[in-house]
């Protein structure tokens, strides 16, 4: 791997060095600094590399290409931007972590993170947080390491810290140092966006072939931006496999419309996002979408009920209108039932499914976004779609004595859908149970388990058990990121009572006690039936 010394650089013609040449000649020094550094050698990166410790690629031009309505809708590359040479500061405070998860959810395709320390204030700790903030989501946008790329090892570096994309700046680098860098990031399966500034850059960028080209409208060198370079160069890339990025002085939609107009296909945005007010209509207003639109659901309320020990009575549970049937797995719980009666249970009601789907409704009509939404929404979703087709589903509910495996075990034996989980299980349980999971949490939880209740990976629904005089407890809950399953314990609910509780905590579900719960071998259908009815009627309009 060739080094490259300061002698690479370009010299500053007559005068000073300009900006460029002095970020240059600094991240030269940085480089070799951290190639000195035990356990950041160009050795350690290697060896890193080949134990696949980075975290998995996107491929960006798909995800860009995807977000792209041309003439409508660019694909936004977002920045996280704390300073620059030309503003000095223009956010220090600003978190990397919760500017992205901003970004993401607001719409942006690709977070631009800066990683320069000196002039820009970033890191690349700040470009690994901001990728682990928006690992956990459906359709996250890519990382890119926004950078003065001189050396491979900063391509290295890149990839190790969860970068799907990195910058080459044409005007920095030798033609033939642009090729190897280049090729070097296609080695890691990372497509570069390949920065220009002139037509004699932009010849250079096409040769290589770069796909994701994008157009500096300030000057490096002296700070000008001129908003036309853009326009100037777009016809260079018409009828080619490029997608075209606008890059710099973008202050809102009309900068963006004009872009559009001339086939440009992305936006590079960095000060006018950080100094925004409010961050996510900002971003809606680059890309032209209606503002003020929240979370779109089915506006459903589901029903659990838990206690279930014969076929009869789950098909009972089930005529009567709920979505989950709950069955205790653990010793010594009231109404406890053998893995043998839970799998007859399951038979029972795989056979009775067709009944209460509707499986002639197309998949798109279910569901509801496939835009940035956050991991446990989109979970919601997934699940509340599953349910339209196939209802209801059986839950096994576990106590804190049962071990991984047996729970497994007990998941292929009696074909349960969902696990519920103690408040005591480990967190890593999910991630090995082959279903969706619940978490049960008491209304008493302390900030430790309310802040683990919305850690994507660890559940994919919440129980809340709460007394009926503690609501309070359910409506904190309620406005966290997790859909809720609502059981109020030791009163019995009345429809009245029921409509009131779901209006206010609009959970994902309601888990029906006293009055529904099975007690001593029967069912009251009826009963169920207008629990059921009042749950529906107040869930109306609920975000889930
Ligand atoms: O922004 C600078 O002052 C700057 C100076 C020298 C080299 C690079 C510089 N900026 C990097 C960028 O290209 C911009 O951060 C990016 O295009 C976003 O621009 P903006 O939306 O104008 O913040």
Redesign the pocket.
């Known amino acids: 791997m060739a080094t490259p010394t300061a002698a690479s650089a370009p010299t500053a013609g007559k005068g000073l060095p300009t900006?460029?040449e002095k970020?240059q000649a600094q991240r030269l020094v940085d480089i070799a600094q951290s190639k000195r550094t035990p356990g950041t050698t160009p050795t350690d990166l290697t060896t890193l590399l080949s134990l696949n410790l980075a975290p998995p690629l996107i491929p960006v031009l798909s995800r860009m290409r995807s977000s792209i309505t041309p003439g409508k809708t660019p694909a936004l590359m977002a920045?996280i931007?704390r300073a620059?040479?030309?503003?000095g500061d223009?956010a220090l405070d600003a978190n990397a972590a919760s500017q992205a998860l901003t970004y993401a959810l607001g719409g942006a395709s690709v977070i631009?993170v800066?990683t320069e320390p000196t002039?820009?204030k970033g890191s690349l700790l700040d470009m690994r947080l901001a990728r682990q903030a928006i690992d956990g989501l459906p359709n996250r946008p890519a990382i890119l390491r926004?950078e003065?790329i001189l050396d491979e090892y900063q391509i290295q570096e890149a990839r190790l810290h969860g970068a799907d994309t990195i910058l080459l700046i044409v005007a920095m680098l030798s033609p033939a140092r642009l090729s190897a860098l280049y090729h070097f990031s296609l080695s890691l399966g990372m497509e570069p966006l390949v920065?220009v500034n002139n037509a004699t850059e932009m010849s250079l960028a096409l040769s290589l072939p770069a796909k994701l080209i994008?157009v500096?409208?300030?000057n490096?060198h002296d700070?000008n931006?001129d908003m036309g370079t853009t326009t100037r160069l777009a016809d260079m890339v018409k009828g080619k496999d490029v997608t075209l990025c606008a890059?710099?002085?973008?202050m809102g939609r009309g900068d963006v419309e004009k872009y559009l107009e001339e086939g440009v296909g992305a936006v590079?945005?960095?000060?006018?996002?950080?100094r925004a007010k409010d961050t996510t209509a900002f971003i809606r207003e680059l890309l032209g979408l209606e503002q003020g639109l929240g979370r779109t659901g089915l506006g459903l309320c589901r029903v659990k009920v838990d206690g279930v020990v014969t076929p009869e009575q789950a098909v009972k549970v089930a005529e009567a209108g709920a979505e989950l049937v709950g069955v205790h797995l653990s010793f010594g719980k009231k109404n406890r039932v053998s893995v043998k009666q839970a799998s007859a249970i399951s038979l029972a009601l795989r056979k009775v499914r067709s009944r209460f789907s509707d499986t002639s409704r197309p998949p798109s009509a279910t569901t509801v976004s496939l835009g940035n939404e956050s991991w446990f929404q989109a979970q919601a979703r997934r699940l509340s779609a599953s349910l339209t087709i196939c209802s209801p589903l059986l839950v096994g509910i576990f106590d804190g004595d049962t071990t991984l495996e047996e729970i497994i075990r007990t998941v292929h034996l009696a074909q349960l859908d969902i696990v519920q989980l103690p408040p005591s299980a480990p967190l890593h349980y999910s991630s090995h149970i082959p279903v969706y999971t619940i978490r049960t949490l008491q209304g008493t939880s302390n900030t430790l388990s309310l802040s683990l209740a919305q850690t994507p990976g660890y559940h994919h629904l919440v129980l809340l058990e709460c007394e009926a005089e503690n609501s309070d407890a359910a409506k904190s809950v309620s406005e966290l990121d997790v859909p809720l399953i609502l059981s109020i314990v030791g009163e019995t609910l009345t429809a009245d009572k029921v409509q009131e509780v779901v209006e206010v905590v609009r959970p994902w579900a309601v888990c029906a006690s006293g009055n529904v719960e099975i007690d001593g071998g029967s069912v009251d259908g009826e009963l169920v039936g207008s629990f059921v009815q009042a749950v529906k009627a107040a869930g109306e309009g609920s975000p889930w």
């Open positions: 900006i460029l970020i920045e931007k620059s040479p030309s503003k223009i631009s800066l002039w820009f926004k003065f920065e994008g500096n409208n300030r490096l700070f931006v890059l710099s002085g973008i590079l945005v960095g000060e006018s996002l950080m």
